[in-house]
T-cell receptor
Framework: AQTVTQSQPEMSVQEAETVTLSCTYD???????LFWYKQPPSRQMILVIR??????QNATENRFSVNFQKAAKSFSLKISDSQLGDTAMYFC?????????????FGTGTSLTVIP | NAGVTQTPKFRVLKTGQSMTLLCAQD?????MYWYRQDPGMGLRLIHY???????AKGEVPDGYNVSRLKKQNFLLGLESAAPSQTSVYFC?????????????FGPGTRLTVT
């Protein structure tokens, strides 16, 4: 099984500042995807950003960007210009394209609080 | 377009009771998944299905059964509930083909077993 590690259970950031959430993963595969999901207090899981392992360019979605270091098996999420609505749990997830069903493996999450 | 819906949203069971959680999706997705979410443990896969009539075990399948009789529905059953099954349950689905790798999640079901 793959393992995904999020070593920061809780983080906080001042509104309008930048914060980086860490994620590392362990796999022997070369063909996979990585994701960051956001879970606000409503409990709904919302996709924030995805990264294809074969792409060297880091993915970006508006204020959200990733730092994908394939050799180090690291996949951090940077949130710029933090907003109060960014307060949520953030989960890193790994998907192996070769696994039947392509199930996701999730980290344990980082609880982010944006302080006004 | 409702996406992924789950029924019920909340449920309290006594130990030994049975129940079925229903997941429905209207996106014509082939793949469907059931996860449980526990504090400090993220989401863990219980069972999944790669198409109508198919099911497979995930990481934590013990104590659960599933069925996928119709493509749009994925049922999760607890035959004899135990307090260790107190959790929030999420259903997810995804398509194959274009943009195949994003999973769409339902709103979750909070289950308490006393």
């Amino acid at each position: 099984a793959q393992t995904v590690t999020q070593s920061q259970p809780e983080m906080s950031v001042q509104e309008a500042e930048t914060v980086t959430l860490s994620c590392t993963y362990d796999t022997s595969e070369s063909n996979y995807y990585l994701f960051w999901y956001k879970q606000p207090p409503s409990r709904q899981m919302i996709l924030v950003i995805r990264q294809e392992a074969y792409k060297q360019q880091n993915a970006t979605e508006n204020r959200f960007s990733v730092n994908f270091q394939k050799a180090a098996k690291s996949f951090s999420l940077k949130i710029s210009d933090s907003q109060l609505g960014d307060t949520a749990m953030y989960f890193c997830a790994f998907m192996n394209l070769l696994n039947t069903g392509n199930q996701f493996y999730f980290g344990t999450g980082t609880s982010l609080t944006v302080i006004p | 377009n409702a996406g992924v819906t789950q029924t019920p949203k909340f449920r309290v069971l006594k130990t030994g009771q049975s129940m079925t959680l229903l997941c429905a999706q209207d996106m014509n997705h082939e793949y469907m998944y059931w996860y449980r979410q526990d504090p400090g443990m993220g989401l863990r896969l219980i069972h999944y299905s790669v198409g109508e009539g198919t099911t497979a075990k995930g990481e934590v399948p013990d104590g659960y059964n599933v069925s996928r009789l119709k493509k749009q529905n994925f049922l999760l059953g607890l035959e004899s509930a135990a307090p260790s099954q107190t959790s929030v349950y999420f259903c997810a689905s995804r398509a194959t083909g274009t943009r195949p790798y994003e999973q769409y999640f339902g709103p979750g079901t909070r289950l308490t077993v006393t």
